[in-house]
């Protein structure tokens, strides 16, 4: 079957893209407006400022792909789609991090799943991180608006197994469950989302924003890499990026840029860093603080037939557990479930040879739920901390006796879930236990089990926070609607806003708020540059 | 292509600091280009993948090769930060002095039995010093992402991609 290709079609009909790693000779750029990074923050910025009548050059360090190249391989899709081949992990190597870097970001490699920021995390940020103008009211008709956008909507379909053992076991236990909303148009369900959608049916800003952007005359830049920011007097002056070549290694080439207003969509750990080694002004060393849902994984085997790599990756949650005690309470967790690809699944799990084998052999029969560790509420898990070096830069994320707390209890939940939907036998990630046989079995092991740093399976895909928004200076890097606290013509629009973590997967979130605070600044800037 | 190698900074400067050495004298040539690292991986893979790799003797050197070439792609597509930081541990892993320190044996990896180095890996995997945790986990994730990177290699466990876009 024929699928229709937004990029190539709108590559043939004059889009301005300029793929920096063809450029030869350095370049100098201008617009109304630069954006650093395509993700959800930027691809959704780009789009609101252009339709403005401003514009827009988006720079991205990654490289523009299409559905043509997504060929529903994880060799392909992590080397090409991922940060570092997804091979980025803390500085201590306890937690695998799995972010974009691509035309789209994250976007285009996420598992669709969308959610509102939940109220407690409004309530949280309002009465402790000083942000204001930002209640579930306020933000509605933001939510709304990119719902409609974007395709947002209850996933009707049945869920496949993977998601199925997640619901039964929490019908079972009469725990809190939830059908997923995903952002999904004409989807076929094939289960690939983290390798890029290959039939387009994703509503990622590859192929709605970014391309609205670039049909009302945005330019885009990839492969070309921010590396400074130059600043003085309060104000942004331009911007300096490094052209990468396709193994994404400096090539020497320099561009640089030139704009009205500035904006950082690079992401929660780029946006910070680039602040960080630009020496933008820091007085209270706010920037780089990060959150990442740190996740635990338990593996089920089934004696039925679970192909958790086939169908909606997700499309169930439960939050049974994120706010039991409240927002500052002891850590929360939510459950979802990961899909199941091998590389994903090879890598995430424990041993080798013949138990690693045995396990592989049951690839089809295994159901493996993600609890997701709520951190950045209190000082059980305060978050991680970006610095630079050398050679770029490293996430310390120190793992404390909270935070293994926190992860007892989610081992003990998904192990009680996933024995209540029927599974056979549970393996939580984490070295040292035996293969668990019934709840009881498993209550008494988990109970007693010795977790800890590289014994026990962590893992993130949602980076968060770096660069706080609030009002209260001593806490806050940019105001409530992004805008830089020390640098006039700046803003900031990504996950690194959240002053923590959100106790949700955040791509909705960061969907709403950019838009409400691209729409904003768009009215401050027209008057300004029209 | 693939993708997954996580040693650490710490390692190399441990090791170094006990073995009195400098540890970058020069830039370490890239271990997926370098024999001793294909010699190397080719002892630790059957230890891996046993129980996934098939018993016939030609079959099963065919899929090892396999393996050590997706290895070597995968190293390839590393930042280059974490392909020395690889190229390090596999120094020290033919150094003999290094490989008294990890392994508390000068015999070369190459002349070992298999359950010499299933001790080897399970000392390191339940070590109390991170940094022999850290050299198995990146070992382990370098050798199982690149064996199930493959293709060829989905059969054992029932996967397939889906074959509506194929040519």
Redesign the interface.
């Given at each position: 079957m024929s699928i229709s290709d937004p990029i190539e079609n709108g590559l043939k009909g004059g889009w301005l893209h300029i793929d920096a790693s063809t450029l030869q000779v350095s370049r100098h750029f201008e617009a109304d407006v630069v954006i650093v990074g395509t993700g959800a923050g930027g691809g959704v910025a780009a789009d609101i400022l252009t339709q403005a009548g401003l514009k827009v050059i988006m720079i991205e360090a990654g490289a523009l792909k299409s559905s043509k190249d997504f060929d529903m391989e994880e060799r392909t899709a992590y080397p090409n789609l991922y940060q570092q081949a997804a091979s980025m992990k803390t500085a201590d190597k306890g937690i695998s991090i799995f972010q974009g870097r691509t035309v789209g970001g994250a976007t285009t490699i996420n598992w669709t799943t969308s959610i509102r920021t939940p109220e407690p995390t409004l309530d949280f940020w309002a009465k402790e991180k000083s942000v204001v103008g930002l209640d579930t009211q306020s933000l509605a008709p933001w939510f709304d608006t990119m719902e409609q956008q974007l395709n947002i909507s209850t996933w009707l379909y049945e869920p496949n197994r993977n998601n199925g053992a997640l619901l039964e076991g929490c019908n079972k236990l009469g725990w809190q469950s939830t059908v997923i909303k995903r952002n999904v148009k004409g989807c076929w369900n094939t289960g690939y989302c983290g390798m890029g959608c290959p039939v387009n049916a994703k509503q990622s800003m590859l192929v709605t924003t970014i391309p609205s952007a670039l049909d009302a005359g945005a330019q885009l830049i990839s492969r070309a890499k921010v590396m400074q920011i130059e600043h003085s007097e309060g104000k942004v002056t331009g911007l300096k990026a490094q052209v990468v070549n396709t193994n994404f290694e400096p090539r020497g080439t320099t561009l640089t840029f030139s704009a009205k207003h500035y904006i950082l969509s690079a992401g929660a750990i780029h946006t910070p860093a680039l602040l960080m080694r630009s020496n933008t002004p820091d007085p209270f060393e706010l920037l780089g603080r990060t959150f990442l849902h740190p996740s635990l994984l338990s593996g089920g085997i089934y004696d039925e037939q679970i192909k958790g790599h086939s169908g909606a990756p997700q499309s169930i949650y439960s939050d049974e557990f994120v706010w039991r005690d409240g927002a500052s309470g002891d850590l929360g967790y939510k459950l979802e479930v990961a899909p199941v690809h091998p590389v994903l699944v090879a890598s995430k799990t424990l041993g080798y040879g013949q138990s690693h084998a045995e396990l592989m052999k049951n690839f089809n029969r295994m159901q493996v739920v993600i609890a997701l560790i709520r951190d950045g509420f209190n000082e059980q898990c305060p978050g991680g901390q970006v610095r630079l070096t050398d050679s770029g830069f490293a996430l310390d994320y120190p793992l404390t006796d909270g935070f293994w707390q926190g992860a007892k209890r989610a081992f003990l939940s998904m192990a009680e879930l996933q024995f209540a939907a029927g599974a056979k036998q549970v393996r939580p990630m984490t070295e040292g236990l035996p293969q668990l046989n019934s709840w009881a079995e498993a209550k008494a092991e988990i109970e007693t089990a010795d977790l800890g740093l590289l014994r026990t399976v962590v893992a993130s895909a949602h980076v968060m926070g770096g660069c706080p928004m609030g009002e209260d200076r001593l806490i806050s890097m940019v105001n409530s609607e992004g805008s830089s606290h020390y640098l006039e013509n700046l803003s900031v629009m990504d996950g690194s806003v959240f002053p923590t973590s959100l106790g949700a997967n955040p791509q909705l979130s960061i969907y709403a708020l950019v838009a409400r605070n691209a729409s904003l600044l768009a009215q401050r800037l027209k008057p300004v540059v029209g | 292509?693939?993708?997954?190698?996580?040693?650490?900074g710490?390692f190399v400067g441990t090791a170094a600091l006990a073995l009195g050495v400098n540890l970058y004298p020069n830039k370490v040539e890239a271990p997926a280009e370098d024999l001793y690292s294909r010699l190397l991986f080719s002892v630790l893979v059957p230890?891996?993948?046993?129980?996934?790799l098939p018993e016939v003797a030609k079959p099963r050197e065919i899929v090892i090769n396999r393996t050590l070439d997706?290895i070597s792609?995968a190293i390839?597509?590393?930042?280059?930060?974490?392909q020395q930081e690889l190229a390090e541990l596999l120094g020290q892993l033919e150094s003999r002095l290094g490989l008294l320190l990890l392994s508390g044996s000068v015999t070369p990896l190459i002349m070992r039995q298999p359950q010499q180095l299933?001790s080897m890996?399970e000392s390191w995997?339940?070590h109390y010093l991170?940094l022999l945790?850290?050299a198995y986990?990146?070992l382990?994730?370098l050798?199982?992402?690149s064996?199930?990177?493959?293709?060829e290699h989905?059969g054992?466990?029932?996967?397939a991609?889906?074959s509506?876009?194929l040519k």
């Open positions: - | 292509m693939q993708r997954r190698t996580f040693l650490t710490a230890v891996f993948l046993d129980g996934m997706a792609e390839k597509v590393l930042p280059s930060e974490q299933i890996l995997r339940f991170q945790q850290t986990l990146g382990r994730e050798v199982m992402a064996y199930y990177a493959c293709p989905w054992g466990i029932g996967y991609k889906p509506f876009l």
